[in-house]
């Protein structure tokens, strides 16, 4: 069973990602800030990571960054979901290593469709 990390600091986003992936046959850990999730990454690595952009603290941009220059997290496919939709973010998020990039307000079953793709690769 893969296992999705979400990193997401709205609550209610957050809950229904976990419960709409828990449901598709992910083991699912969920953040509400990078940090904790990148001190997690240093004992434990998940199968893909969905994480926010915009975030207190650490950023969902800085996030990709440190989490791509470890050796195990260059391999991980790391998605973005924000409310940035212009298409200069989605370029600057992807020049980072960000592999998917997704604006706010998404479908659900799209953006699982695309994990579920992705890990199953």
Do not use: H
């Not at 419960?19 to 046959?25: D, L, S, T, V």
């Not at 950023?59 to 195990?72: A, H, P, S």
């Not at 998020?93 to 998404?106: C, H, I, R, T, Y």
């Amino acid at each position: 069973m893969p296992e999705v990390w979400i990193v997401d600091d709205e609550k209610d986003l957050l809950e229904l990602l976990a419960y709409n992936f828990e449901r598709a046959g992910f083991r699912v850990k969920t953040f509400v800030k990078a940090e904790p999730a990148l001190e997690t990454f240093a004992y434990s690595q998940p199968d893909i990571i969905l994480s926010d952009w915009m975030m207190p603290g650490m950023d969902g941009m800085e996030f990709c960054k440190r989490i791509k220059q470890q050796q195990l997290g260059s391999r991980i496919p790391f998605f973005m979901v924000t409310c940035k939709s212009e298409r200069e973010s989605a370029n600057e998020a992807m020049s980072l290593g960000v592999d998917e990039f997704f604006s706010k307000p998404f479908k659900i079953q799209e953006l699982i469709a695309r994990v579920n793709a992705r890990v199953c690769a």
